[in-house]
């Protein structure tokens, strides 16, 4: 397993654009309260969603519809903690990658995947990230995504969110320690994985699952379309899931 993601930004962890361009044209708005119960996001995880979240979300929320491609982690993280401890329903429709796998779905009561929806992990700011940062002089990238991942790890021990659900990995580590099994149809190109059930049930425990293996192997997981996919640097998690390592055998990241 290489479990090492190719293109992954420091100040941004994008993730890819797997909406069809003339859906994404559609999104109009970063968020908004569909009902009083049910709110919406679409969108990249940025400042101008946060601020949204921030203005629109409502304490009647019951159920988040998600759609995106994720974004910046310090904005995201903005976002989820505004979702701790409400015991949501988080509903995938489309795509919801990066960080917005990453921080919003772990913090889900139930997790409801639509057909044809994929949900997208790449990684997170971990001290491998750091440390390349270091070695290629960006000092300043570096000292902010130390303090990025000092958050994270903080929002993630909070929310018991498993380390290998952030693929997590610490210098000189070509692969997460906290991932047990293989990924299929993983390359030196791979940037980023599409998590199937067996993963989301072992790295979300605590997470009800409504199952959606069979609509996944229909749609998403179907060969013309995994070609496709595979083309972009799109991999499977088939038979990788989250084992027993904890935020414990992780040392804190450095300060600054």
């Known amino acids: 397993m290489i479990h090492r993601i190719t293109g992954v930004v420091l100040a941004a962890t994008a993730g890819l654009w797997l909406v069809s361009s003339s859906t994404s044209a559609a999104?109009?708005?970063?968020?908004?309260?569909?009902?009083?119960?049910?709110?919406?996001?679409?969108g990249q995880t940025d400042r101008?969603?946060?601020?949204?979240?921030?203005?629109?979300?409502?304490?009647?929320?019951?159920?988040v519809i998600l759609t995106s491609q994720g974004g910046s982690v310090?904005?995201?993280?903005?976002?989820?903690?505004?979702?701790?401890?409400?015991?949501?329903?988080?509903?995938?429709?489309?795509?919801?990658?990066?960080?917005?796998?990453?921080?919003?779905?772990?913090?889900?009561?139930?997790?409801?995947v639509e057909r044809g929806a994929i949900i997208g992990l790449h990684g997170s700011?971990?001290?491998?990230?750091?440390?390349?940062?270091?070695?290629?002089?960006?000092t300043v990238a570096a000292v902010n995504a130390s303090r990025t991942?000092?958050?994270?790890?903080?929002?993630?021990?909070?929310?018991?969110i498993h380390p290998g659900w952030l693929l997590y990995r610490l210098p000189g580590e070509a692969r997460t320690r906290a991932l047990d099994g293989a990924f299929e149809d993983e390359t030196t190109d791979t940037r980023m994985?599409?998590?199937?059930?067996?993963?989301?049930?072992?790295?979300l425990p605590g997470v009800e699952i409504v199952p959606y293996q069979a609509d996944l192997r229909a749609s998403v997981l179907r060969r013309d379309r995994m070609s496709r996919l595979q083309r972009r640097g799109v991999?499977?998690?088939?038979?990788a899931v989250c084992n027993g390592v904890s935020w414990?055998?992780?040392?804190?990241?450095e300060a600054g």
């Not at 601020?51 to 159920?63: F, G, K, S, W």
């Not at 919801?96 to 139930?110: E, G, H, I, T």
């Not at 991999?235 to 038979?239: D, G, L």
């Open 74 to 112: 310090g904005p995201a993280l903005d976002i989820a903690e505004r979702f701790e401890g409400k015991g949501l329903t988080m509903r995938v429709r489309e795509e919801c990658n990066s960080s917005c796998a990453n921080y919003f779905l772990p913090l889900a009561r139930r997790l409801i």
């Open 149 to 160: 991942a000092q958050r994270q790890m903080a929002f993630a021990r909070r929310n018991d």
């Open 248 to 253: 414990d055998d992780f040392p804190p990241p």
């Open 48 to 63: 101008a969603m946060a601020d949204c979240v921030a203005e629109r979300l409502q304490p009647t929320t019951r159920e």
């Open 193 to 203: 994985f599409i998590v199937e059930e067996p993963m989301a049930r072992a790295c």
């Open 27 to 42: 999104l109009d708005v970063a968020c908004r309260q569909q009902t009083p119960e049910i709110f919406v996001l679409n």
């Open 235 to 239: 991999a499977r998690s088939a038979e």
């Open 125 to 138: 700011i971990d001290p491998l990230l750091i440390a390349e940062a270091r070695a290629r002089g960006e």
